[in-house]
């Protein structure tokens, strides 16, 4: 799923290419996109695109009228831009939407249909989609410690809940997760503050660091390839392969479609997580440390 870094970038190209033009059209290939009907789609058509903004993991085209149109591109929706005569993707497409300069597709890859494209009337009716999670970026530490220890949760899952953090991830949490030194199970509400405070510090470095380098790579031209796993990651996606830290294999625990990805050495002090499945299977024999791994 894009994540804050990527949704940013997104939305500074976008920004870059219709801020000012006229959506001349929206054609919905996917009955399942749109999950709204009030106003009708057809109220966007010749509406001038005010700006672009990201809310959470959405991206939101506000259009004249206080019209916001909202995309949720979940796990496989991507963007694409594309010259006014080109063909979008075949399959994939799930809608269209038309400018004098260019043609934005939106896709989604594989069968499951979970994008969205909600078109909604004020900003308060945008704002009820957002799930109110705080924006890790913008926030000092004392709120982002408050923020993480509102539940007791683990860390794991407290950095990618939408409510309580903002655009924040499966990938980009692995990433955090290690260059904060922490494991994902430790309990929020038992972190010692030095804990906190280096998650505070890892979180906004590395969200920062991506968005700059993923910027860097599109340059002038639309953002392809967007991936949770790249190459230069430290762990997430690297199971079995060395930690660029300290050399030993990155681990997983794999858990519904996700996979949490980890450096026993660097995270855990060398104990290795068990998930549930693996750990009623294997029992005793499951390896306890990386020596006895």
């Given at each position: 799923?894009?994540?804050?870094?990527?949704?940013v970038v997104?939305?500074?190209?976008?920004?870059?290419?219709?801020?000012?033009?006229?959506?001349?059209?929206?054609?919905?290939?996917?009955?399942?996109?749109?999950?709204?009907?009030?106003?009708?789609?057809?109220?966007?058509?010749?509406?001038?695109?005010?700006?672009?903004?990201?809310?959470?993991?959405?991206?939101?085209?506000?259009?004249?009228d206080d019209?916001?149109?909202?995309?949720?591109?979940?796990?496989?929706?991507?963007?694409?831009?594309?010259?006014?005569?080109?063909?979008?993707?075949?399959?994939?497409?799930?809608?269209?939407?038309?400018?004098?300069?260019?043609?934005?597709?939106?896709?989604?890859?594989?069968?499951?249909?979970?994008?969205?494209?909600?078109?909604?009337?004020?900003?308060?009716?945008?704002?009820?989609?957002?799930?109110?999670g705080l924006?890790?970026?913008?926030?000092?530490?004392?709120?982002?410690?408050?923020?993480?220890?509102?539940?007791?949760?683990?860390?794991?899952?407290?950095?990618?809940?939408?409510?309580?953090?903002?655009?924040?991830?499966?990938?980009?949490?692995?990433?955090?997760?290690?260059?904060?030194?922490?494991?994902?199970?430790?309990?929020?509400?038992?972190?010692?503050?030095?804990?906190?405070?280096?998650?505070?510090?890892?979180?906004?470095?590395?969200?920062?660091?991506?968005?700059?380098?993923?910027?860097?790579?599109?340059?002038?031209?639309?953002?392809?390839?967007?991936?949770?796993?790249?190459?230069?990651?430290?762990?997430?996606?690297?199971?079995?392969?060395?930690?660029?830290?300290?050399?030993?294999?990155?681990?997983?625990?794999?858990?519904?479609?996700?996979?949490?990805?980890?450096?026993?050495?660097?995270?855990?002090?060398?104990?290795?997580?068990?998930?549930?499945?693996?750990?009623?299977?294997?029992?005793?024999?499951?390896?306890?440390?990386?020596?006895?791994?």
């Open positions: 799923m894009p994540e804050l870094p990527d949704i997104y939305c500074e190209s976008l920004e870059a290419r219709i801020a000012g033009q006229v959506l001349a059209n929206i054609r919905i290939v996917s009955p399942f996109l749109l999950r709204t009907f009030d106003p009708p789609l057809t109220a966007a058509h010749g509406k001038r695109v005010l700006g672009v903004r990201r809310l959470g993991k959405r991206i939101v085209l506000a259009l004249e019209l916001h149109l909202v995309l949720h591109l979940m796990i496989a929706g991507r963007l694409r831009w594309l010259k006014p005569a080109a063909k979008p993707p075949g399959k994939i497409t799930q809608a269209v939407f038309e400018f004098a300069d260019g043609v934005l597709a939106f896709t989604e890859a594989g069968s499951k249909r979970r994008a969205s494209m909600h078109l909604v009337r004020g900003e308060a009716a945008m704002r009820a989609l957002h799930r109110g924006e890790p970026l913008d926030c000092t530490a004392m709120e982002f410690a408050a923020q993480l220890r509102r539940e007791n949760r683990t860390v794991k899952r407290a950095l990618t809940d939408p409510a309580i953090f903002s655009g924040i991830g499966n990938s980009y949490s692995d990433e955090i997760l290690h260059r904060a030194r922490l494991s994902p199970f430790a309990l929020t509400q038992k972190m010692p503050d030095d804990e906190v405070a280096r998650l505070h510090a890892a979180t906004q470095s590395v969200l920062t660091e991506w968005t700059a380098r993923l910027r860097a790579e599109a340059g002038a031209d639309f953002p392809e390839g967007v991936t949770a796993f790249r190459p230069e990651m430290a762990v997430h996606g690297k199971f079995g392969q060395p930690c660029p830290d300290c050399g030993a294999r990155v681990q997983r625990i794999v858990y519904a479609e996700n996979e949490c990805n980890y450096c026993a050495r660097c995270q855990t002090g060398g104990r290795l997580l068990a998930d549930r499945s693996l750990s009623k299977l294997l029992h005793d024999s499951w390896p306890r440390t990386l020596d006895d791994l």
